[in-house]
């Protein structure tokens, strides 16, 4: 299976517009230790032609522009890109869909709570319902992904439920501490081939590492992981914001409750930090976090990178 990283930073990618943290001005300065980041998306296929986005975001435009494998190849009108799969309703990952307007067939796979957020908003209604079907996944039940004529696309999704919370733009207060979140608000992936080996888990969201996820991801082959943040609090302390990374859905690399301790028993083979924050030190290729992470297996993703197995 072909597994492509089209975007690895967080929301407002790196570095953010309006971001001027020691990161981001490095970023923006060309160094090459501190190389751009596009915001969340990856892209699957099969059999190299037919492509599934898991995500779509913000940069999408550039992602496709940058990547000639999801270039129109045939006639006046193609895309390779057969399907989407969202996993939340983050800007970060439905923005993205606004670039695939145009009636061009697609099929748009979501939980029904993110579909239902879709439409409540007519703007989505560019990606013509003559064109672009609706396809409800439910928790915990494999899906074969369909491109739009109906053929498989030989990968196999089941989506489940992991911790976290509605997205930033839908929080409502009065709903109680955790703003109305229920469960489909914020899904993994579980991604088999047509064989049905199970090739990939993708998690860009998670809160916290519980024993049912811990069960699921003990021995995988390729973990995508939930990477925004180094620790909890760095944004405040960076002076960069208000919110700890619990407040905003997401567990923290570091620290005796992070990833890097709750993923040291579970033997997955290949690990892969993704959504990084604009503010997270293992974006940098030079820095002591980086070091750190890659000292427990760790991989940091990048735009472009290649994760084909
Ligand atoms: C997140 O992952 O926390 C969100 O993408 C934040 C945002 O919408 O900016
Ligand atoms: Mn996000």
Redesign the pocket.
């Known amino acids: 299976m072909k597994v492509r990283v089209l975007g690895a930073g967080?929301?407002?990618g790196y570095p953010q517009w309006n971001c001027n943290h020691p990161n981001s001005h490095r970023a923006r300065g060309g160094d090459p230790a501190a190389r751009p980041r596009t915001q969340s998306s990856i892209a699957l296929s099969a059999n190299g032609a037919d492509w599934v986005l898991c995500n779509a975001s913000p940069d999408l435009r550039q992602q496709i522009g940058d990547n000639p494998f999801l270039h129109p190849r045939e006639g006046l009108r193609h895309s390779p890109i057969k399907a989407v799969v969202l996993t939340n309703a983050?800007?970060?990952h439905i923005a993205g869909l606004l670039n695939l307007r145009e009636s061009q067939p697609l099929r748009l796979y979501a939980t029904e709570r993110v579909l239902s957020v879709l439409e409540a908003n007519s703007v989505f209604n560019v990606l013509n319902p003559a064109f672009v079907s609706r396809e409800p996944m439910r928790l915990d039940e494999p899906l074969s992904i369909l491109c739009p004529d109906g053929s498989p696309a030989g990968l196999v999704v089941t989506p489940f439920a992991v911790p976290g919370k509605v997205?930033?733009w839908l929080e409502d207060e009065s709903k109680g501490p955790d703003f109305g979140s229920v469960e489909e608000d914020t899904i993994a992936l579980e991604v088999r081939d047509a064989a049905g080996v199970t090739r990939l888990f993708y998690v860009p969201?998670c809160a916290r590492m519980t024993d049912a996820l811990a069960a699921r991801l003990a021995g995988a082959e390729l973990v995508l992981f939930d990477g925004?943040l180094w620790t909890d609090d760095e944004m405040i302390r960076s002076g960069t914001g208000v919110k700890t990374g619990r407040r905003?859905?997401?567990m923290s690399i570091s620290g005796e409750d992070g990833t890097m301790a709750a993923f040291a028993p579970l033997g997955v083979r290949r690990k892969v930090f993704i959504?990084l924050n604009t503010t997270n030190p293992v974006l940098l290729d030079d820095s002591e976090e980086r070091r750190a992470v890659t000292g427990q297996g760790w991989e940091v993703a990048c735009d472009g990178m290649v994760l084909d197995g």
């Open positions: 967080a929301g407002g983050d800007v970060d997205a930033l969201a925004t905003m859905g997401h959504h």
